[in-house]
């Protein structure tokens, strides 16, 4: 099985957290050369994005959610699935939440990153959104260490990259506290300090670092 992915992608650094958790056998590859639109990626994925799952039976497999689904049906253990219903359903809410609304609001500020190009009201909506959608987790995240109760599950494998951008968004806008001061806050400064979760973050500030260096 083959991972293609990069450093800095936040969808790729969800699915290698899993693997590095799980030891799983799956090698990590880069995108083509000829880069995410030509007619051979296309071919391999007609959504034009990576990460990419090349599985065993040569098919392809999209979306980073996704890939965490089939790689813990495939490698189940250590499970990162809760055990209850309920708190499986909190797990697949909070990976949502960071999908749909935070990263949405992250894509808005990220557009907005070249001080030379910035928009004042546009750099405002953005932070305006990035705080609700963070209120929105904070709402839903557990107050145990973890995303949902007390162990690491999927919810952490999605979130940890999503956070990782809201920091970048923090620091390269000069914000304070965009984290809040309640369970969120405490999460990310906890979190970030477990061995799969930091190397997966050193892997991320090392592809932002090269991307803005481009
Ligand atoms: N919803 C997708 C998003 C994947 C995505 O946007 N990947 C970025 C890299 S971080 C990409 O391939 N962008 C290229 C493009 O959109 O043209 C997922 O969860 O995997």
Redesign the pocket.
Known sequence: MQLIQVKG????ARARLLIYRKDAPVEMVFPPREG??SPDFLAINPL????VLTLDDGSHL????VILDYLEDKFPEPPLRPATPEARARMHLLMQIG?LYVFAAIGKLFRQMNPEKRDPETVEQGFADLAKALAHLEHYLGDRGFAVDDAYSLADCSLVPVLFFVAVMEKSFQRKDVFGKGKLAAYWAEIRHDDTTARVIAELEDGVRRLLMR
């Open positions: 992608s936040p969808f790729a995410l639109k034009g994005k990576i990460p999209p979306e980073s959610n999908d």
